[in-house]
């Protein structure tokens, strides 16, 4: 999408240069994931329970999914 030279005039215009494509997929996209992980384990770790709550339903294809989520007893809650 930044690629586009529509966009890179725009981000000209407000001498802003954003990421390339391959900055986004490679290390800016394991940061953030990295960040997340860490955000998740110690909100897991710092409560004092952890409620498993399942459910099923179909997509429109009509595929059978099961959704898993982790609820804390802070009320944070986390989708597996």
Known sequence: ???DP?????FKEFNYTPPSADQISSFLLEKEYND?????VHKLRSSDNLTL????STN???NKMINYLVVTSNGD???L
């Open 1 to 3: 999408m930044f690629e």
């Open 6 to 10: 529509a966009w890179r005039a725009v």
């Open 36 to 40: 997340i992980e860490k955000q998740i």
């Open 53 to 56: 709550v399942t459910d099923e």
């Open 60 to 62: 429109v294809c009509i």
């Open 77 to 79: 809650f986390i989708l």
